[in-house]
């Protein structure tokens, strides 16, 4: 990936939701339920927090991390001329503090 995020920035691969199906066979786009968050692989971290006293605090997420992050929180990463990005599949760019939560 061409991307190193700096500071306490991560860059994730967002997780496709799945359509729910009902009993009687309809299924129901997950746009219009009402979810509240982004599922997100983590791609790429930064090196972590700089305090004001100019020391480093280390990231508690690492690279291949599933998390929890609210919905659009994230800023999109542009997929025109680059060719490393899958085109079929959305990253983007947020701080670790917009983590709410990593899957176990």
Sequence with gaps: MNYKPFGNRVVGKLKKSVEKKTESGLYIPSTSETERYDEVEIV???????????????????VG????????S???????????????????????????????
């Excluded at 790429?44 to 690492?62: D, L």
């Excluded at 994230?74 to 947020?94: C, H, I, R, S, T």
Aim: charged content about 30%.
């Design 65 to 72: 991390d599933v998390v929890l992050i609210m919905k659009n």
């Design 74 to 104: 994230g800023l999109p990463l542009p997929k025109k001329g680059n060719d490393e990005l899958d085109a079929n599949e959305e990253y983007v760019v947020f701080q670790e503090s917009d983590i709410i939560c990593r899957k176990l």
């Design 44 to 62: 790429a971290v930064g090196r972590g927090y700089v305090t004001q006293q100019g020391n480093i605090v280390e990231m508690e997420s690492k």
